[in-house]
């Protein structure tokens, strides 16, 4: 059973910093893909970043060059560095792992961009 379990969300001022943490635990394929989702009230649930067991990465345009996707496959942890901050990314943050033959989320971590 593979579980992920999201941690640094909160709320932080327009043009700061977070950074949110992942960390998987279980049997994880080492081929695969962990990625960070949003949702915000009202709308679909989107793909923000991903980022491949072989090193590919993806972004959602509206946080090109805001957002930086990292992993430690040593500790199966994916990180998210959120930089200038918008109210608009205002969403709950969850962490996915994608397997063949699998795919887990987690609890999900709240990010509120406010003054």
């Known amino acids: 059973q593979v579980q992920l379990v999201e941690s640094g969300g909160g709320l932080v001022q327009p043009g700061g910093p977070l950074r949110l943490s992942c960390a998987a635990s279980?049997?994880?394929?080492?081929?695969?893909?962990m990625a960070w989702y949003r949702q915000a009230p009202g709308k679909q649930r989107e793909l923000v970043a991903a980022l491949t067991s072989g090193g590919r990465i993806n972004y959602v345009d509206s946080v090109k060059g805001r957002f930086t996707i990292s992993r430690d496959n040593a500790k199966n942890t994916v990180y998210l560095q959120l930089n200038s901050l918008k109210p608009e990314d205002t969403a709950v943050y969850y962490c996915?792992?994608?397997?063949?033959?699998?795919?887990?989320w987690g609890q999900g971590t709240q990010v509120t961009v406010s003054s």
């Open positions: 279980g049997r994880i394929a080492s081929i695969n893909v």
């Open positions: 996915n792992l994608a397997i063949i033959g699998g795919d887990y």
